[in-house]
């Protein structure tokens, strides 16, 4: 294993420290592991929380700041934060007028999350949770019941946060959470494996010449192991997952999201094969990322996700971001 690192166990902490040297709008708190926007909440704005296990960067310490999150809480790496984490960054960033959860759909943050919004409710923080479910691939994984969670959650947060940031009510914020998460579907596929700092080793084995198609973030199997072919190839059996589950048309937001170890010129070539795959009668593509924006360390690959956007969902997607990973308009 090469990686740039002094210990495995200090990974986490120490690049939390890297990020609060590297972003002094952010509030970090290194030892406890979150992350909330410098200044406190902001009173009579929802507040937008979301985490998971860390290994995924930019998501979701990256998305904080004006225009999407208030607050990330990062767990070890490919781990769940903790309940007493999501409860202190719930009430570091309450408002007054409630906090929305946004949730991938993995057992333990689902489980963990659902125990903070308790904790919190307690304490009289109204907590709405909405969950994030787009991909594709399997019905069930290794780590779910149900869909997994995957690239929409960039979606939801950005178009989320600007409507938390025009002082919509909580049951709004979560609605649009909602209607973005209905209307976007995921499918990943990985060229390596790729290994977390502890483990030492490849979390899972590929043969020079294989694979893996509908790879989770975190390494879990997809539908199956086909040969290495043309990006072209590859392409096709994505967008196909895609729009075989949701049909498309009308104008689209589309992401090829790289997962942490694949150059940009490769990216930009299978945007190139997507914007030719929905080339048909009645799609269009308006709005796209190209980039790493949820990763799996350093794995080689790619995911595709998809939305069918509305007038009001491109507005919201429009509206000025000023994050550490994602930034226009303002």
Known sequence: MKKLINAPDAVVSEALAGVAAAHPDLAVDVENKVITRAGGAAQGKVGLLSGGGSGHEPLHGGFVGYGMLDAACPGEVFTSPVPDQV??????????????????????????????????EDEDIEVTSVVVNDDVAVEDSLYTAGRR????????????????????????????????????????????????????????????DEIELGIGIHGEPGRRRGPMTSAREIVAVTVDAITSDMPLDGDVLVMVNGMGGTPLIELYLVFNEVARALSGPGVRITRNLVGNYITSLEMQGFSLTVCRLTDELTRLWDAPVQTPALRWGR
């Open 87 to 120: 409860l202190q960054a719930t009430k570091a960033v309450d408002g007054g007028v409630g906090v929305l959860h946004i949730v991938k759909n993995y057992t333990g943050d689902v489980l963990n999350f659902q125990m903070a919004a308790e904790l919190a």
């Open 149 to 208: 969670g995957t690239g929409a959650t960039v979606f939801v947060e950005k178009i989320a946060g600007a409507l938390a940031e025009e002082g919509a009510a909580l049951s709004a914020v979560a609605a649009v959470a909602a209607e973005v998460n209905e209307r976007s579907r995921s499918f990943g596929v990985a060229l390596t494996p790729c290994t977390t700092p502890a483990a030492g080793k490849p979390g899972f084995e590929l043969g020079e």
